[in-house]
């Protein structure tokens, strides 16, 4: 057996934390397996008030990824708006990325104008946009309520169903004693990621979500058709965590998409 390494990228609130499942599968089962926490995200002590850029927030996936041997590659996975935070890192360390997945994440081509409606769906996602925040979100304003808000977080009572609606039961509770709140600054740069070539030649791989509630099934085929990858999988009872509600699927997609790599 070809023995992978494989690195998590989490999403907006989330941290290493939620790919435990994933990661507890693949280590038992002779893989290699690093849960990244992002700036200010999971156990990384970072105010996430003060988080400055997309960059800013990447610097712990950046930094491990600038440590790798010379020799060695990994397959990057992400989730939700950890998408183009994965997106970011390939464009800066092309080499050191063998395959890239996104789950029911945000995956724009660098350098591309994005539609108005995908655009809007991402920011949904990040806690941007004007007529859902104010109904689902709670911001913090780390620079004074005069200034724009620094960090977001889901309302609580919106979180089962968003995040949540097809996951046990324990792991929602789990997940409500762990989530934090996000750095606004990053997911403003998720959609002005610089156009990058070497990108391109990175396989990637999308696993769409059925019943997820918050990045819905039609915006992420508008998404793949924009950029499409060279395999897609469908998790159909998926909410939009699909580390909680299909676990044991999304691990054999995973090792399924890692055995088209080349030894």
């Not at 105010?47 to 930094?63: Q, R």
């Not at 007529?131 to 689902?136: D, H, S, V």
């Not at 609606?165 to 509770?173: K, V």
């Not at 998404?223 to 509600?245: E, I, V």
Request: glycine content about 6%; overall charge negative.
């Amino acid at each position: 057996m070809t023995e992978h390494h494989f690195v998590f990228v989490h999403g907006a609130g989330h941290g290493g934390w939620c790919w435990y499942k994933l990661a507890n599968s693949l280590r038992e089962n002779g893989h290699k397996a690093t849960c990244i926490d992002l700036k200010a995200a999971g156990i990384n002590p970072t105010d996430p008030n003060t988080v400055s850029s997309l960059d800013d927030y990447d610097e712990p996936l950046y930094a491990f990824l600038s440590q790798l041997p010379i020799d060695q590659k990994v397959i990057l996975v992400s989730h939700s708006v950890g998408g183009g935070s994965m997106t970011a890192a390939m464009c800066l360390f092309p080499s050191k990325v063998s395959l890239a997945v996104y789950v029911a994440a945000a995956m724009v081509k660098p350098g591309t104008l994005i539609p108005e409606r995908l655009k809007n769906v991402m920011k949904i996602c990040s806690g941007l946009i004007e007529e859902e925040t104010e109904k689902i979100w709670d911001f913090s304003f780390g620079n004074g309520p005069q200034n724009p808000p620094t960090g977001i977080m889901m309302k609580p009572e919106y979180v089962r169903d968003k995040f949540y609606n097809e996951s046990p039961m324990e792991d929602y509770t789990l997940a409500t004693t762990l989530l934090r709140p996000a750095p606004v600054m990053a997911f403003v740069g998720i959609m002005d990621i610089p156009k990058a070539p070497e990108t391109d030649k990175i396989p990637r791989v999308y696993v769409k979500t059925g019943k997820d509630h918050l990045f819905e099934p039609v915006l992420q085929e508008v998404m793949l058709a924009l950029w499409p990858p060279a395999q897609t999988f469908l998790l159909p009872d998926s909410d939009h965590s699909a580390f909680f509600s299909q676990p044991q699927e999304l691990y054999q997609f995973l090792l399924q998409a890692a055995s088209s790599l080349s030894p």
